[in-house]
């Protein structure tokens, strides 16, 4: 951290990581929306943790192999019925 002060003994400059500030009531409410974002942060990682939990739990995970089972034995009787109909179309 760092102040400036220089040719001007009214005006205070801080510059704090790259940031300047010209009061330490704008550092305040830059920490202010920092720990803001922060929460909101943890928040959505808690919600999105929570998210991926209920997507594997056993249920959600016996519909979603259900329905691609289903996919791969509609295919395979899609095939058989066609074998079916292309063996009597040659006959």
Do not use: C, W
């Amino acid at each position: 951290m760092r102040l400036y002060s220089a040719n001007f003994p009214n005006i205070i400059l801080i510059k704090i990581m790259g940031m300047q500030y010209n009061s330490f009531k704008e550092i305040d409410e830059r920490l202010m929306v920092l720990k803001l974002q922060r929460k909101i942060e943890i928040e959505s990682l808690k919600l999105n943790l929570n998210q991926a939990k209920s997507n594997l739990r056993p249920l959600q995970l016996a519909g979603s192999l259900k329905g691609s089972f289903q996919k791969i034995l509609l295919t395979f009787a899609i095939k058989k019925l066609k074998a079916i109909f292309n063996r009597r179309r040659e006959s």
